[in-house]
């Protein structure tokens, strides 16, 4: 390893990630700025969050005041040092922090204190994948604690929702999840759905449709299907209007399945604003940038 090329790519992988949308997430946006009329406090929202997009990339400044949670997730070649690549992933937060990409959002539960380079235990998280390849495929998310509160668990099948185990009653839920988000005074956003899986993993993996691009179709036929509709759906909603001051139009639907125990049918809803701060990279062997993804 070139420790000063891993240093370089990493901070830069993080820059990028805090301060700048990925090209299909504007993309998106831009659409739907085009959908409103240009005196709708929608179109005004919209405008804003764009015109606040070019000056954090101009500026290099994060999106977002929340800075949040760090999601790391390797995929290297077998045998692959990955407590090296832990070791540089870490002093690489370290490093944001004090450039000012990352704000201070590592907290100890019992003191209340910030942890000042936001390292700590479980902080950034890390996973790693091993494969036969050359490179090491780096994907990063951040997510905001705003975004973190807005998430859902239920067990199907649900009596209070009358939703049944079977594509309907996830259907139920997620819309559910929508209505919830509406208590508050959040904007335009993305859901990430897990249907199956334990607790754990099904959050996980809701989160980890955000990885996908805005602009793709599941290849499952029928998860494409549900996640069309509830597109459509979530956004006829009345409480998914910007005009009413709740969760803002609703961006995009990404649904992802687990396998679950016989006597578990959990859904988990994840949700991501419209700073929707994923990047990547594939690195070789010494740090390298071989191409950045997103």
Known sequence: MKKAHWDRNLVELIRRCATD????VELVIRGARRRERKDSDAHRLLSSILDRTA?????SLPLCQ???TLTFIFTVPTGFDTNGLASLARGAVSKATRLGYLHLNAVDPISGAHYPTNVAHESPIMEFRHG????????LMIKSGVCENMGQQYSLPDPVLA?????????LCVLDAVSKMGAGDHTPGVLGVCIGGD?????AHAKEQFLRK?????????LARLEDRLLRDSRQMGNCSPDAGAVGPILGVKIGTLSRLPESFF??????CWAFRRRGVLLGPEGGVHRWVY
């Open 163 to 171: 939703a049944p185990c079977e594509l309907e009653g996830v259907r």
């Open 214 to 222: 805005l602009n793709d179709r599941s290849s499952v036929k029928v």
């Open 66 to 68: 929340g800075t949040g």
């Open 21 to 24: 949308l990925p090209a299909d």
């Open 199 to 203: 607790r754990a993993k099904g959050y």
């Open 132 to 139: 036969a390849r050359k490179t090491v495929d780096v994907r």
């Open 55 to 59: 000056v954090a990339r101009r500026d």
């Open 267 to 272: 859904v988990s809803v994840s949700y991501m």
